[in-house]
């Protein structure tokens, strides 16, 4: 059983396309001699096999040697050498990356068909800021779904969400410009991307690790998607320099056909990225957790210091609320990446500690930005977008609060980490659930103002 165990793990490690025959013969020796060590502890075979692949696959240390050593190769892994057997498959998957990516930016160009543009009327700017994560989402699924081998079947059930969200946020009657249409465009990206969950885990997203594995993908995704825009602004400027060297001006041209279809185009690209660059071991979002963590409980415990000091309270400013909202995601992601990439078995460290005075810091900040909505709604009533802020405090105080208290269990060795992760991965339809009624609920709630 033993050795069944170990040919499954290995043939998994061949879908990694940095990892080569030596680099997996490697690998196994690395296993066998950690299952050994902890068989003669005395544990049997399958516990030994499963606590061995865990610790390989969450150690930082094994795992930084590995990539030092083969750095150069894994750096240059995106595409695998010709002579390595894998052509075929990364040249077709290359190929239905680029049509969905094609797919995605001509469909932002598809509405002029239809006389909307977005260098027309507000109207039509509207709907195309409405429409966005449709020009780009449905392709990514699909994309998916290929990759995943879904069949047509689970592929028509993972685009149903999107086709439905779609003809209604297009029948309802908005005012224009109107609270509860600007709250569907915030919202409707985070719905659909959580939606997304059924295809990236290949519909396992029952499953604790592959609800985890999307949390992972999606920080990934969005550092790719920022370094990607980045380049794109730096290509964008110097596009506009050389048109205007030669008395052109290409800004309109670049704001309404280049720069919207290629950032449609980019999200699946990004997507695509992180899926293959996966195999180079060291992810950037839990690197980039470990640097911010400590910045951002720094700032909260100051700026919590000051309010106490000068006994100036949080305004009820609503840009500043939703600010404060954003700032509590921000938080609530670096809680997440920190999870995902920590080994549920390591004994509680340093890092720990300040995870929990971040988690407690940021509580106290969300418990008081609460009191401020509360009150602002006894004051001025409901509204779709105190309604709002409301629910995502109350989500977010919840997700605090026991994270908090699982935390502490687990620094005063009361419980363990494995309880603290299930329970950000069980949250993770909550999110979704949220969104999705903000985009279709308040509408209706509030009269579509």
Request: proline share 4%.
């Amino acid at each position: 059983m033993l050795e069944t165990h170990i040919d499954e793990w290995r043939n998994g490690l061949a879908a990694q396309k940095a990892l080569s025959e030596d680099d997996r013969d490697e690998l196994e020796d690395h296993l066998r001699n950690e299952i050994e060590a902890l068989q003669a502890q005395g544990l049997d075979g399958d516990e030994a096999f499963l606590i061995s692949v865990r610790r390989m696959g969450q150690s930082d240390a094994f795992y930084a040697e590995f990539a030092r050593e083969h750095s150069e190769r894994l750096w240059k892994s995106l595409f695998p050498p010709l002579d390595e057997g894998t052509t075929p498959l990364w040249t077709r998957e290359l190929f239905y990356m680029l049509l969905a990516a094609l797919s995605a930016a001509l469909s932002v160009q598809l509405p002029r068909l239809f006389g909307l543009s977005l260098d027309g009327p507000n109207e039509d700017q509207l709907f195309f800021a409405r429409n966005f994560s449709f020009f780009s989402l449905p392709f990514l699924a699909l994309f998916l779904a290929w990759k995943r081998d879904l069949g047509l079947r689970n592929t028509g059930y993972q685009l149903l969400p999107f086709l439905l969200i779609f003809l209604i946020l297009n029948t309802y009657p908005f005012s224009p410009g109107g609270h509860t249409e600007i709250l569907a465009v915030i919202h409707v990206p985070m719905a659909l991307w959580i939606a997304g969950l059924f295809t990236y885990s290949g519909g396992r997203w029952r499953q604790q690790d592959q609800r985890m594995h999307f949390i992972r993908y999606s920080g990934e995704w969005f550092i790719y998607m920022t370094l990607i825009a980045l380049g794109g602004g730096v290509l964008t400027a110097v596009s506009l320099f050389l048109f205007e060297a030669i008395g052109l001006n290409a800004e309109m041209l670049m704001s309404t056909w280049v720069l919207p279809s290629a950032a449609a185009g980019a999200v699946i690209v990004a997507a695509w990225l992180v899926e293959n660059k996966q195999s180079v071991i060291e992810n950037m979002a839990p690197v980039l957790t470990m640097i911010f963590s400590p910045l951002f409980t720094l700032l909260l415990l100051t700026f919590l210091l000051t309010m106490l000091l000068t006994g100036q309270l949080i305004s009820v400013d609503r840009e500043l609320l939703i600010g404060f909202d954003l700032l509590l995601v921000v938080v609530t992601g670096l809680l997440l990446y920190s999870i995902s990439a920590r080994d549920t078995l390591q004994e509680p460290g340093f890092f720990d500690y300040l995870q929990f005075i971040l988690i407690l810091s940021a509580l106290t900040v969300d418990a008081l930005a609460l009191w401020v909505i509360l009150s602002r709604i006894s004051e001025f009533g409901f509204t779709p977008n105190r309604v709002a802020a409301l629910g995502e405090n109350l989500i977010l105080v919840v997700n605090l609060s026991w994270s908090g208290l699982l935390y502490g269990r687990f620094i005063r060795r009361r419980g363990n980490f494995e309880a603290l992760a299930r329970w950000q991965t069980d949250l993770l339809p909550v999110y979704g659930i949220w969104a999705a009624a903000v985009t279709l609920f308040f509408p209706l709630i509030f009269r579509f103002i």
